[in-house]
Each structure stands twice: as C-alpha cells, then as structure tokens.
C-alpha cells in the first residue's frame, strides 16, 4: 500500500474511532512523519477533502453491485453506506471546515458536484432517471439519514434511514423505457 493510501485509511479509522483529526494523529496512525503528510496533504482541509473522496471511492465500490437493483435494494446498500460513522465525521468536519473559511466554499461547491454526478451515475446504472432537482432532493436525504444515524446510533434510526432512502429513491425515479 502506498504512503497516501496509508495516511488516508488512517485518518478514516480516526473519524470511526471518534478521535480528533489532527496532522500529528494522523501521521502516527499512519507510520509516517509529519513532514510526509503534509508533503501530500499542506491542510487538514486538504487531507480531510482527500478522505472524503477516498470514502467515496469506497462507498462506490460498495454500491456497484446494488446500482443493477430494484429501489429498495439500493435504498438498503445507501443506508449501510449512511451508517458508516467515519463517512458522517468526515462530511461534518468539512462542513465546519467550510463555515470557518469561506474560501473553502468553492472547493465544496465542486466537491458536491462531483458527488452528485456519481450518485446520478449510479442511479442510471440501476435503470433510475433524475433531473437535477431531484438529485438535489435524494441527496438531502442521504445526508440527513446519514446524519441522525450518527446522533441517534440505534437500531431504530437505521431502519428509519432505510425507509426514508426506500421512500426517496422511489419518488425520484423514473424506470427508463427500455
């Protein structure tokens, strides 16, 4: 495993152990020293943006195999995928990030599109159609399942994010003819 790879999965089991993620947690996590941290990541913005794609590129590979399935199997891959505490830290630590330093505000913007480009991607891959808007709306959703996950932690908010993602899913798509 390369020394990035090695910093960005031990910042991730930082966010799931709850810990602070600060640049001395994470080069030691990492076996690396400091100096090679911030060689690849100069801020923590930039080591938490560089996590936040890393857990995407994981949340993605978990859900290819659902993106081919009827709405409420993906609704159940998305739930698994909102129940990941260390995905809910990072996402929260970006946005208090964003709200310190309103010149991080562009690079969320673009953070968000790309987001929301896979999760368009992936939603026709499962034969689903959504026009921006409800892009917008499924996404709402997502972050707020995966949210009151993170604050309730009980078995009854994960049920309850796998029915609203289930609900979700099925007002915004729309079967496209084959």
């Known amino acids: 495993m390369d020394v990035r790879t090695r910093i960005l999965d031990a910042a991730l089991a930082l966010l799931g152990e709850g810990g602070e993620l ?14 090679h941290l911030t060689y690849y990541f100069p801020t923590i913005t930039d080591l938490l943006q560089a996590v936040a794609r890393h857990s995407l590129d994981q949340l993605a590979k978990d859900l290819g195999a659902a993106g081919g399935k009827r709405p409420a199997s993906l609704a159940d891959a998305i739930a698994r995928g909102t129940a990941d505490k260390r995905r809910v830290r ?44 409800q892009l917008a709306f499924l996404h709402t959703v997502v972050v707020g399942a995966a949210v009151l996950q993170l604050a309730r932690d009980d078995a009854e908010a994960r049920k309850e994010a796998r029915e609203s993602l289930k609900m979700a899913l099925e007002c915004v798509g729309r079967k496209k003819a084959r």
Do not use: C, H, N
């Not at 600060?22 to 100096?35: E, H, I, M, N, Y």
């Not at 562009?106 to 939603?123: C, D, G, N, T, Y």
């Open 90 to 133: 990072m996402m929260l630590g970006l946005v208090a990030a964003t709200d310190r330093d309103a010149a991080l505000k562009p690079r969320m913007r673009a953070f968000v599109k790309e987001l929301r480009q896979r999760i368009s991607a992936m939603l026709q891959a499962g034969s689903l159609d959504v026009d921006p808007a």
């Open 22 to 35: 600060t640049q001395p947690r994470v080069s030691r996590a990492a076996g690396v020293r400091q100096s």
